[in-house]
C-alpha cells in the first residue's frame, strides 16, 4: 500500500527566500508528525496534529517556521525567510492516532539546502 | 521530560557475529519504546516495539530488544550480524497519557558491519 510521500525530494534555495515543504499521511492516519533532521544527527521534533485537535507546536525552532494540515491530510511545512542553518532533511511521518503504542510511519523527506 | 541515550555513536562488528546497540531511557511512568533503522538516503524503518508484557520483543529482520526496566534500557540485538544490516539505528520513547504523544529520539547508533 502507499507510504508517506513528501515532495520535493530535494530543494535548493538561496538565505532569505521562503520554502514551502509537502507530506501525504498515510490514508486513515489522523496524526501526522514533522521532524528536522541535520547532517549526522537524531530527530529533532518540530510539530504534530492529531485530528481536529489544535497542533502541538512546541518544537518549532523559530516563528519563521509554521505548518499546516488541510482536511485531516496533506500537510504543509513553512519555512520563511530561510537561513543557512535551516538546511537539514525534513521528516514527516503520520500513525493511526498521537501517542500510544503505535509506531510512527516515515516519509523519505526533503533535503533542505539553503545557501 | 523524557529522554533517550544512545551512547555509543559508531558499532562495528563482523558479519555473523553478535550486533547489540546499547539505549538507555528516561521517562515519567512505563514507557513505550521503539526501535527504528535509517538506510542511507531514506527515511526511517520501524523495526520493534515493546508495549508491556514479555521483556523480550521480537521484530523484523531477525532483530530483538530487551526491555529491563530496573536498569531502563531496551537495547537492541541481533545473534548475527549481515552486511546489510549497516545502517543508522535509533532508539525512541514515548509516555502514557495525555502527555505522552511525542516520540523522543536518541541521537542514533551507526552500525558497520564488515564482511
Known amino acids: 500500500g502507499a507510504g508517506v510521500s513528501q515532495s520535493p525530494s530535494n530543494k535548493v534555495t538561496e538565505k532569505g527566500k521562503d520554502v514551502e515543504l509537502r507530506c501525504d499521511p498515510i490514508?486513515?492516519?489522523?496524526?501526522l508528525y514533522w521532524y528536522r533532521q541535520r547532517l549526522g544527527q537524531g530527530l529533532e521534533f518540530l510539530i504534530y496534529?492529531?485530528?481536529?485537535?489544535?497542533?502541538?507546536k512546541s518544537g518549532l525552532p523559530s516563528d519563521r517556521f509554521s505548518a499546516e494540515r488541510t482536511g485531516g491530510s496533506v500537510s504543509t511545512l513553512t519555512i520563511q525567510r530561510t537561513q543557512q542553518e535551516d538546511s537539514a532533511v525534513y521528516l514527516c511521518?503520520?500513525?493511526?492516532?498521537?501517542?500510544?503504542?503505535?509506531?510512527?510511519?516515515f516519509g523519505p523527506g526533503t533535503r533542505l539546502t539553503v545557501l | 521530560a523524557q529522554s533517550v541515550a544512545q551512547p555509543e555513536d559508531q558499532v562495528n562488528v563482523a558479519e555473523g557475529n553478535p550486533l547489540t546497540v546499547k539505549c538507555t531511557y528516561s521517562?515519567?511512568?512505563?514507557?513505550?519504546l521503539f526501535w527504528y533503522v535509517q538506510y542511507p538516503n531514506r527515511g526511517l524503518q520501524f523495526l520493534l516495539k515493546y508495549i508491556t508484557g514479555d521483556n523480550l520483543v521480537k521484530g523484523s529482520y531477525g532483530f530483538e530488544a530487551e526491555f529491563n526496566k530496573s536498569q531502563t534500557s531496551f537495547h537492541l540485538k541481533k545473534p548475527s550480524a549481515l552486511v546489510s544490516d549497516s545502517a543508522l539505528y535509533f532508539c525512541a520513547v514515548r509516555g502514557r497519557g495525555t502527555a505522552g504523544n511525542k516520540l523522543t529520539f536518541g541521537g542514533g547508533t551507526r552500525v558497520l558491519v564488515k564482511p
Open positions: 511521518a503520520s500513525s493511526l492516532i498521537a501517542g500510544g503504542p503505535d509506531e510512527q510511519f
Open positions: 490514508s486513515g492516519h489522523t496524526a
Open positions: 521517562v515519567s511512568g512505563n514507557p513505550y
Open positions: 496534529f492529531q485530528g481536529n485537535s489544535a497542533p502541538d
